[in-house]
C-alpha cells in the first residue's frame, strides 16, 4: 500500500494483530508502520491517515533528522562529513570534513575531546561564579533525558557527553544550570534569576536545545 504525504509518495507496511486500537509510526526506513486489527481495511486505514496527516508529518521530520544525524559527525555546535583514510595519522578537521583512519580512531578522540573541553568550561565557568561555594566534582557520562545532574549527597555534577555535538555557549548553560542548584536546589524565580546572571540568552538556549 502507498500513502502520498506533501507530494512525497510513501510505502505503508500494515501489520495485523489482535488489538483493539490502531498504532501509526514512521521508522528509521521511512516507511509508514500501521499496526491494527484482523478486520480494519485497507480504506480504513487510508481514514486514519488522512485524518492524521499533521502528526505523520512531524513524524517524517523527526526520522529525517535522525537519519541526518546518523550520517554525520557532531562537535561544538557544527556538523562534519566522515571522511576514512588509512593513511590518516591523526583525527583533523578541514572545513566541513572531518578525516580519521576508522571509526575507533574518532570515537576514541571525541572522549578525549569530551573530557578536556568539559573540564576546560568547567573551571572557566566555575571560577566566574561569585557565589561562595565549594567546587563539585565533575562526572561525565552518556545520559538520555538529561543535559546534566547536580548531586547534593555526593556534591557533584554530571554532564552529558552528547553536549559535546554542541557549541561552548550551550555546554557553559548546562554547568551554570548545575552549579545554581548547589545554591537553589529546585527552579523558582530564585533559581532562574541567578542563572541569569550568568547566562543572559539561557531562554534561548534552552530552547534551541529542545528542537
Request: hydrophobic share 35%; charged share 35%; proline share 0%.
Amino acid at each position: 500500500m502507498k500513502y502520498e504525504l506533501d507530494g512525497i509518495s510513501y510505502d505503508v507496511v500494515i501489520e495485523k494483530k489482535n488489538n483493539k486500537n490502531l498504532y501509526i509510526r514512521v521508522k528509521e526506513d521511512g516507511k509508514i508502520y500501521v499496526t491494527c486489527n484482523y478486520l480494519t481495511t485497507k480504506n480504513m486505514i487510508l481514514k486514519v491517515l488522512n485524518e492524521n496527516t499533521k502528526a505523520l508529518q512531524k513524524m517524517v521530520k523527526r526520522i529525517e533528522k535522525q537519519n541526518e544525524k546518523s550520517n554525520k559527525f557532531f562537535y561544538l555546535g557544527n556538523s562534519y562529513d566522515i571522511i576514512i583514510r588509512e593513511d590518516t595519522k591523526k583525527v583533523l578537521i578541514a572545513d566541513d570534513e572531518i578525516y580519521t583512519k576508522d571509526i575507533n580512531m574518532l570515537e576514541k578522540w571525541k572522549k578525549e575531546e569530551i573530557i578536556r573541553i568539559f573540564d576546560e568550561r568547567y573551571v572557566y565557568v566555575f571560577n566566574h561564579f561569585k557565589e561562595n561555594i565549594k567546587s563539585p566534582i565533575l562526572k561525565i557520562r552518556n545520559m538520555k533525558t538529561r543535559w546534566g545532574v547536580y548531586n547534593r549527597k555526593n556534591h557533584t555534577i554530571t554532564l552529558n557527553s552528547k553536549l559535546i555535538e554542541y557549541d561552548i555557549s550551550k555546554i557553559d548553560y548546562v554547568i551554570i544550570h548545575e552549579l545554581s542548584h548547589i545554591i537553589h536546589f529546585d527552579h523558582s524565580k530564585n533559581f532562574w534569576n541567578l542563572v541569569s546572571k550568568y547566562c543572559k540568552d539561557y531562554k534561548k538556549i534552552r530552547k534551541e536545545m529542545k528542537e
